[in-house]
Structures are given as C-alpha cells and as structure tokens.
C-alpha cells in the first residue's frame, strides 16, 4: 500500500502547485507524484491527468515523442482551471530508459515504436494506471474530467470506484520527429487523435 512520504508547496513556471509524494517507503528515491493547482476546488469534479515520466520528453525536450509538451499544456491547464496531475514513475512505458534507448536505436532501422518494443522482447505498454486509482482514493477524489487521449486510462477509471465525469483531449500538433510515433499511438493503441497527426 502508498501512502504519502512527504508534501510541500513548489512555484513553477505554470503556477503554483501542491507536491505530493507517495510511495511505500520512505526510502523510494522515486515516488509516484500528485501535483495540484493551487485553486483545485476537490468537492466538484476535479480535472485529473495521470502522467507516466518520460526523461527524454520532460528533462532533454526528445522530439521523437509530444510528452514534454504534454506534461507543460497539462500544468497550464491546471493552472488555469484547478486540477491535478498523476505523475507516475513508469518511463518508457514502463520499460525503464536503458531498454527505452535501445528501442530509439531500433526505431532508427525503421522499426516504429511498438515494433521495437516487442522485438526487444518486451511489451507494447506495460504501464499500469491502478496506483493512480489508489491515489485518487487517498485524496478522496471520487468525481474526475480526465485530460488524456488514451482509452486504456479512460478504462481504468471506468472500472473503478472514480466516477469519469468527462474526457478533454490534450492533443500536441505532430513535429516531423513525432509523426510517426503519434501514428502508432492511434493505429495501435487506438488514442482518440485528429485524422492528421
């Protein structure tokens, strides 16, 4: 079972927003976070984004993926509308950055993004959205507009004791770099995309 390790109240470049560390032990260097807008009014529906850590995206602004852009529109818009953002430790889609870099390196022989996955022997995704239930729950969040293109979190809240209250998109515009990657998420994974990409 989570719990929460430790809080504090951290400005950013978006606003200022409640840190919420959670994790079974003290000792986890990397705990799954809750980060909340500083007007989030929890006893209406809350706008929520689960958010899985993507270091290249996030920390070295990778072109290959929309994750890093997607991380800053989500604070903006929690910012502006209240909210909170589940960032959860699953880099890679919960493969882990060194067999994250192996699959770049495939995808640089033509394989796209599940293709290397899977030739590595891995999963297509193998993250899982349960501990961002578990969270919500500690929170007491029960009612949620969930910021995601992606059905599988559209699920994973369905089938839990959240109520989904809406879905907004949060759709970054394709780069060269990106292009392909945003294709395979909707071919493959079925993410509630434009037409164009």
Same mark, same amino acid.
């Given at each position: 079972?989570?719990?929460?390790?430790?809080? +504090?109240?951290?400005? %950013? =470049?978006?606003?200022?927003?409640?840190?919420?560390?959670?994790? &079974? &032990?003290?000792? =986890?260097?990397?705990?799954?976070? +809750?980060?909340?807008? &500083?007007?989030? =009014? $929890?006893?209406?529906?809350?706008?929520?984004?689960?958010?899985?850590?993507?270091? %290249?995206?996030?920390?070295?602004?990778?072109?290959?993926?929309?994750?890093?852009?997607? #991380?800053?529109?989500?604070?903006?818009?929690?910012?502006?509308?209240?909210?909170?953002?589940?960032?959860?430790?699953?880099?890679?889609?919960?493969? @882990?950055?060194?067999?994250?870099?192996?699959?770049?390196? #495939?995808?640089?022989?033509?394989?796209?993004?599940?293709?290397? /996955?899977?030739?590595? @022997?891995?999963?297509?995704?193998?993250?899982?959205?349960?501990?961002?239930?578990?969270? #919500?729950?500690?929170?007491?969040?029960?009612?949620?507009?969930?910021? %995601?293109?992606?059905? &599988?979190?559209?699920?994973?809240?369905?089938?839990?004791?959240? /109520? $989904?209250?809406?879905?907004?998109?949060?759709?970054?515009?394709?780069?060269?770099?990106?292009? @392909?990657? $945003?294709?395979?998420?909707?071919?493959?994974? @079925?993410?509630?995309? =434009?037409?164009?990409?």
């Amino acid at each position: 079972m989570i719990k929460i390790q430790a809080e +504090a109240n951290v400005p %950013t =470049d978006h606003g200022n927003f409640r840190m919420i560390a959670f994790s &079974e &032990e003290s000792s =986890d260097w990397m705990p799954h976070m +809750a980060i909340i807008a &500083e007007n989030t =009014d $929890l006893s209406k529906p809350v706008n929520v984004r689960f958010h899985s850590e993507c270091i %290249t995206g996030e920390v070295f602004h990778s072109q290959k993926c929309e994750c890093g852009q997607q #991380l800053d529109a989500a604070m903006k818009y929690m910012h502006e509308n209240g909210g909170i953002i589940v960032y959860l430790r699953q880099e890679g889609r919960n493969i @882990g950055i060194i067999n994250k870099l192996k699959a770049y390196s #495939l995808q640089e022989k033509g394989f796209d993004t599940v293709a290397a /996955n899977l030739e590595l @022997g891995l999963p297509a995704d193998d993250r899982n959205f349960a501990v961002a239930i578990e969270i #919500l729950n500690i929170l007491q969040i029960k009612d949620i507009n969930l910021l %995601t293109n992606n059905p &599988e979190k559209v699920k994973f809240v369905r089938e839990s004791n959240i /109520n $989904l209250n809406s879905r907004i998109p949060l759709q970054i515009p394709a780069s060269d770099a990106s292009r @392909g990657y $945003l294709q395979t998420k909707k071919d493959y994974f @079925g993410h509630l995309l =434009d037409d164009e990409v």
